[in-house]
């Protein structure tokens, strides 16, 4: 369950997505399966080479995207979504979610 963002924030994650350009989206997320995550990252692109690359220079395996509908992302979570939204420039993620 995803909440805590706004119609238009998702509408541009889409958008940049199904551009061919990497895109971040930071959301609260409920899963009873992560317990100790209340939010989670997702980084999308449809250039699904682009996004595999990303994935490496990130220490993210290709089995780990996610492949829902037109919108191909790898889910952040925990450690490495801090350590990934700082070092792209995300503080606003971090301080919005309280991270």
């Not at 238009?8 to 009873?32: C, P, R």
């Not at 250039?47 to 089995?63: M, S, T």
Request: glycine share 6%; with cysteine.
């Amino acid at each position: 369950m995803a909440f805590g963002i706004k119609r238009q924030e998702l509408m541009d994650w889409k958008n940049q997505v199904k551009s061919g350009n990497i895109a971040f989206l930071t959301h609260y997320w409920l899963d009873e399966r992560f317990p100790d995550c209340h939010t989670v990252t997702k980084v999308g692109c449809t250039d699904i080479q682009k996004l595999i690359d990303w994935g490496y220079a990130n220490q993210l395996r290709p089995e780990w995207i996610h492949y829902k509908s037109d919108y191909p992302h790898f889910d952040l979570l925990g450690e490495r979504q801090i350590k990934v939204l700082k070092k792209y420039g995300l503080d606003d993620h971090i301080l919005r979610f309280q991270l």
